[in-house]
């Protein structure tokens, strides 16, 4: 699992000892108070799909495109337990070789893994549990104290109660919510270029502009381009051939493979995330093969 980067405050008392705040951070939990995180990693060989679709591109029988269905051709990896978290600190004034590790262990129990699923068990009075209208979730601990081993620099990030943090850290009052006055708003704006020559503009959408506010409160500017003449494809360096034989393979994936049938093994437990629906377009008439939605803009309507 690949959690990259959370935001933290790190503060010292006037005792010297380090504290600091993560921000919020939530996972979705079931009711035996498990995450799972990876189900069913799965390795195939090119017979499993690759051969077919080869010998279809060059004229020969069409195939409908799913995976994993001879399991001849598929390969689960398995799980062991004990999978060690390695959750640290970082920041420009701690040196690579003196960052600390969190104690993450003590509220994350990775036991419960097994063969086919990653996942990991909540526990500890720091972990906090709600439901919401999409299940439960847990919230981690927010709050660490830096504990050191001996005269080494470098120690373990305990987590405490946010009582047993001293006020004169400032760490309460911080905030990682962030706040733009109008300016900053137009600048947090995603634009493309508009340029007639751009590959934005020549030769350009087949239909649009089209909007779409989503779930995160912004509105998105898309339009409909031929796959071929979309701008990731006329700046990747493909002669005029190249791109036509590209889009005479998605008009035959998108004729053949459409989007009402399953084309991976479904999982062995839980549901499957879900899409903001308004993310679902639907191309305009005569637009529906050979043709791809491209956004131009994104940004928060005044």
Same mark, same amino acid.
């Given at each position: ?39 069913? $990693? ?12 080869? #010998? ?10 799913? *995976? ?45 893994? &097994? ?24 919230? $981690? ?11 080494? &620099? ?16 400032? $760490? ?79 008009? $035959? ?19 499957? #995330? ?5 993310? *679902? ?22």
């Amino acid at each position: 699992m690949e959690t990259q980067y959370i935001h933290s405050f790190e503060a010292t008392d006037s005792k010297g000892q380090r504290y600091s705040r993560m921000a919020i951070t939530q996972y979705p939990v079931g009711a035996d108070g498990n995450s799972e995180l990876l189900q069913r $990693l799965m390795v195939y060989n090119k017979r499993a799909l690759w051969d077919k679709v080869s #010998a279809w591109f060059k004229g020969g029988n069409s195939t409908d495109g799913r *995976i994993g269905i001879d399991k001849s051709n598929a390969h689960m990896q398995k799980f062991e337990k004990g999978v060690e978290p390695t959750w640290e600190f970082q920041g420009d004034h701690i040196p690579e070789k003196k960052r600390s590790l969190m104690n993450i262990s003590s509220f994350m129990n990775t036991d419960v893994t &097994d063969s086919a699923t990653l996942k990991i068990h909540w526990e500890g009075e720091f972990i906090k549990r709600r439901k919401t209208n999409n299940g439960d979730v847990v919230t $981690l601990p927010q709050y660490y104290k830096l504990v050191k081993s001996g005269t080494k &620099d470098v120690g373990t990030w305990i987590a405490v109660a946010s009582g047993d943090v001293p006020a004169e850290t400032g $760490l309460h009052e911080k905030s990682f919510n962030r706040s733009y006055d109008e300016n900053e708003r137009e600048s947090l704006t995603y634009l493309t270029p508009i340029e007639d020559k751009s590959s934005w503009k020549t030769p350009g959408p087949a239909a649009g502009p089209f909007t779409v506010k989503i779930g995160d409160g912004s509105t998105l500017t898309y339009y409909w381009y031929r796959f071929a003449d979309q701008p990731a494809l006329l700046n990747a360096n493909l002669s005029n051939n190249e791109r036509e034989e590209m889009q005479r393979r998605v008009e $035959l994936l998108h004729r053949n493979w459409t989007k009402d049938r399953e084309y991976l093994p479904p999982p062995i437990t839980g549901k499957l #995330a879900y899409l903001d629906e308004a993310l *679902i377009v639907t191309p305009p008439k005569g637009m529906e093969v050979g043709y791809v939605p491209i956004v131009t803009k994104q940004g928060l309507e005044k």
